[in-house]
């Protein structure tokens, strides 16, 4: 039993700590870290990354990956604010990005299960596809100017608690009892654990993959309204290397990129630690070129980590 619970919990209870060690480190080199704004500020800033992250946790759960995060963002954000400087209604507007990053998502899905394209090949593709149709559709431009009631979404609190975070909970509650509760979860997990197994079982592996991307593609949708409410701006190169924070964020929170293990909860202390280093570094005055290094590295890192615990477990 000890053996199980290690094998389960001890991952994340090893990134809590480690969140929690940061942050002292943080507080210690920088007396600007521990105030309350600025913690509000790194949960609210993490929200957007963490959304996408949950979406990265399915696919990187059935063994897969999407490189199309950001780009898919930026497609669904222009689309959204295009409809909302139509006139309208925030409801609509909102409805259509999320039907675009859908759609991409489920795009995604249907070129890996049935056109039997890597992983990474298909979201490289899409990548620049939905990166590139984003400028197209804005001339390059970017589409600012919306109602208080769309940015109340990103700048509005609910008992002093900023919006952008009660959504971030909201998702990972559903998305926790998703993969914990339903059977999609179930089968989630059996496809990245064993996919030919899970297809001898009698799981429709293809339409349950395909569902997979699909939700990614979603959640990327709402990340991409709720960025857009807090600019005010809908960008077609917004979202860049979005995909590399989400990734972090998954496999530092303990999702094996050889599928068939991870956990939400898991996923939003590795986004909680990606803000905080993020912040810390900004607070210190480190250079954006230096944080990329040190995403980058935190990455190889994690990895590392992961395989080697793999290897032990074998």
């Given at each position: 039993?000890?053996?199980?619970?290690?094998?389960?919990?001890?991952?994340?209870?090893?990134?809590?700590?480690?969140?929690?060690?940061?942050?002292?480190?943080?507080?210690?080199?920088?007396?600007?870290?521990?105030?309350?704004?600025?913690?509000?500020?790194?949960?609210?800033?993490?929200?957007?990354?963490?959304?996408?992250?949950?979406?990265?946790?399915?696919?990187?759960?059935?063994?897969?990956?999407?490189?199309?995060?950001?780009?898919?963002?930026?497609?669904?954000?222009?689309?959204?604010?295009?409809?909302?400087?139509?006139?309208?209604?925030?409801?609509?507007?909102?409805?259509?990005?999320?039907?675009?990053?859908?759609?991409?998502?489920?795009?995604?899905?249907?070129?890996?299960?049935?056109?039997?394209?890597?992983?990474?090949?298909?979201?490289?593709?899409?990548?620049?596809?939905a990166r590139g149709a984003a400028l197209l559709y804005t001339h390059g431009r970017p589409i600012s100017g919306f109602?208080?009631?769309?940015?109340?979404?990103?700048?509005?609190?609910?008992?002093?608690?900023?919006?952008?975070?009660?959504?971030?909970?909201?998702?990972?509650?559903?998305?926790?009892?998703?993969?914990?509760?339903?059977?999609?979860?179930?089968?989630?997990?059996?496809?990245?654990?064993?996919?030919?197994?899970?297809?001898?079982?009698?799981?429709?592996?293809?339409?349950?993959?395909?569902?997979?991307?699909?939700?990614?593609?979603?959640?990327?949708?709402?990340?991409?309204?709720?960025?857009?409410?807090?600019?005010?701006?809908?960008?077609?190169?917004?979202?860049?290397?979005?995909?590399?924070?989400?990734?972090?964020?998954?496999?530092?929170?303990?999702?094996?990129?050889?599928?068939?293990?991870?956990?939400?909860?898991?996923?939003?202390?590795?986004?909680?630690?990606?803000?905080?280093?993020?912040?810390?570094?900004?607070?210190?005055?480190?250079?954006?070129?230096?944080?990329?290094?040190?995403?980058?590295?935190?990455?190889?890192?994690?990895?590392?980590?992961?395989?080697?615990?793999?290897?032990?477990?074998?």
């Amino acid at each position: 039993m000890r053996k199980d619970f290690l094998h389960h919990y001890g991952r994340q209870f090893g990134t809590l700590i480690g969140l929690v060690f940061l942050v002292i480190i943080l507080w210690i080199l920088t007396p600007h870290f521990m105030t309350i704004s600025n913690l509000l500020n790194v949960v609210q800033q993490t929200s957007i990354n963490a959304i996408i992250a949950v979406g990265l946790t399915f696919v990187i759960i059935t063994a897969g990956i999407d490189l199309s995060v950001g780009s898919i963002l930026a497609f669904s954000g222009v689309v959204l604010a295009s409809v909302l400087n139509a006139g309208m209604p925030v409801p609509i507007a909102m409805l259509t990005g999320l039907g675009v990053g859908l759609l991409c998502g489920i795009v995604n899905g249907l070129l890996i299960s049935y056109g039997r394209l890597p992983p990474f090949i298909s979201t490289l593709g899409l990548m620049s596809v939905a990166r590139g149709a984003a400028l197209l559709y804005t001339h390059g431009r970017p589409i600012s100017g919306f109602t208080n009631s769309f940015r109340y979404l990103a700048t509005g609190e609910i008992l002093h608690i900023p919006m952008p975070v009660i959504i971030m909970v909201i998702v990972y509650l559903f998305a926790h009892f998703v993969l914990t509760r339903t059977i999609f979860g179930r089968y989630t997990y059996a496809i990245g654990g064993n996919e030919e197994a899970a297809t001898l079982s009698g799981v429709n592996v293809k339409f349950y993959k395909t569902m997979v991307y699909g939700l990614c593609g979603l959640l990327s949708g709402l990340a991409a309204i709720i960025l857009t409410a807090r600019l005010n701006s809908a960008q077609p190169i917004a979202g860049f290397m979005y995909e590399l924070d989400a990734i972090a964020a998954t496999v530092i929170g303990g999702t094996s990129l050889m599928g068939g293990e991870g956990r939400v909860t898991g996923t939003l202390i590795g986004a909680l630690i990606m803000g905080v280093i993020r912040n810390g570094l900004n607070l210190l005055g480190v250079s954006s070129f230096v944080q990329q290094t040190v995403i980058g590295s935190v990455i190889i890192i994690a990895v590392l980590i992961d395989m080697t615990l793999k290897r032990q477990r074998i």
